[in-house]
């Protein structure tokens, strides 16, 4: 059933090995086996690409991965994708579709073919990619479909010495282009002249394209979280915020630092302070044995001696590694936070980015992305953590 007639080589572009690939499709088909599931529909594309080596911005149109507990993966790709998935993966079995066609029953013909009709299924139903439509369609013609969302994501959560060393070159590209953002922050300068800086930097390092644009913003822009450029002139005692990722064969890094132009008001000093104890502390409770929230907690407790509780509502870090838009981390993976009692092993890795606001004034925050190793863990970036003055 194989749709090979195809113009490249076969894996010419794969992140990994045949081998690295075959043994994490086992590794997700034990974990299927333990739930019952004799074939997972595989819909999400950090999902794909961890099992296949498949990646593409083409994920907005549906691609499917069928993964039997026994038998070969098959792959059902819209046909303009076809070749790309070819050179990113080493699978054998594809069926594609054309514009024209309804890739729903492209499935269920491949299922039929297959004589799996009468197998159990299960879907990733939080999968960010599965649109009602598609999953009530499925349904319909497959059947009720047990949920597998996390099993996978259980698996990408530690990764290997490979991965992990995508991630250190993905921290590489961060620290150059945080590096010029930082040489482009003056009084006068726009807030696109400093993204421009850092883009421009990070992909000339060897960044392919982020899960997620630069969060850079300044004056009181950057009092609203997750504020981008918007052509905003620095001035004189104006914050400016900066955060970043890296991306190498899908593998992300991210890194965030803050600067003021000018003196900043004791608030904003005092807010710094308590960011850069809180990291540390983080840091210092992320190794193995303690949970995710054994580290959060490390972090809140830092704010809360300070007094800014109520500047700082939300998680102290979520794991990264594998990622398209919209997100550059994997907090569907894991996130540092109250009541998520995942043990922390050798090979987690975290982006931890404590930051405090006032909303509508300024934001200050300082980040790692940090690695766990036997012994507790260790930071990917040099560069100083300290409120850049200018």
Same mark, same amino acid.
């Given at each position: 059933m194989a749709e090979l007639d195809t113009v490249v080589e076969q894996g010419i572009e794969a992140a990994f090995s045949r081998q690295e690939l075959a043994a994490r499709q086992e590794a997700a088909r034990r974990a299927l086996a333990d739930r019952g599931i004799d074939v997972m529909i595989v819909t999400g594309p950090e999902n794909i690409f961890y099992l296949t080596g498949q990646q593409t911005p083409g994920y907005y149109t549906y691609q499917a991965l069928l993964l039997p507990v026994e038998g070969e993966p098959v792959a059902i790709v819209r046909q303009l994708e076809l070749n790309n998935l070819v050179a990113n993966s080493y699978l054998d079995n594809i069926r594609?579709?054309?514009?024209?066609d309804d890739p729903i029953d492209v499935t269920v013909g491949a299922i039929s073919d297959l004589g799996w009709s009468n197998r159990k299924f299960a879907i990733d139903e939080r999968g960010w990619f599965l649109p009602i439509a598609v999953y009530k369609a499925l349904l319909e013609k497959i059947g009720a479909m047990a949920d597998a969302s996390g099993a996978i994501e259980a698996l990408r959560a530690v990764k290997s010495p490979q991965e992990i060393a995508k991630i250190e070159t993905a921290a590489t590209y961060v620290d150059a282009g945080m590096s010029a953002g930082f040489a482009a922050i003056?009084?006068?300068a726009s807030e696109n002249d400093i993204v421009g800086a850092m883009m421009g930097a990070a992909i000339v390092a060897g960044s392919e394209y982020v899960g997620m644009e630069p969060l850079m913003a300044s004056g /009181?822009?950057?009092?609203?979280?997750?504020?981008?450029?918007?052509r905003n002139i620095i001035g004189d005692n104006d914050p400016v915020f900066l955060e970043q990722a890296g991306a190498h064969d899908r593998y992300h890094a991210t890194l965030m630092r803050s600067a003021w132009v000018g003196t900043p008001p004791d608030t904003a000093k005092r807010m710094m302070a308590c960011c850069l104890e809180a990291l540390?502390?983080?840091?210092?409770?992320?190794?193995p044995g303690a949970t995710c929230a054994d580290v959060h907690r490390a972090c809140q407790g830092v704010v809360d001696a300070h007094g800014f509780t109520e500047a700082y509502k939300k998680r102290s870090g979520y794991s990264v590694g594998i990622s398209f838009a919209p997100d550059w981390g994997e907090g569907n993976v894991l996130s540092l936070y109250d009541g998520v009692d995942t043990e922390i092993v050798p090979g987690m890795v975290f982006h931890m980015p404590p930051a405090l606001r006032i909303y509508g004034e300024? /934001?200050?925050?300082?980040?790692?992305?940090?690695?766990v190793t036997d012994t507790g863990c260790r930071t990917l970036s040099p560069l100083p953590r300290d409120l850049a003055l200018y």
């Open positions: 594609s579709y054309m514009d024209g003056k009084a006068g /009181t822009r950057c009092g609203i979280p997750h504020g981008t450029w918007r540390q502390a983080a840091l210092e409770a992320l190794k300024f /934001t200050v925050g300082v980040s790692e992305t940090a690695v």
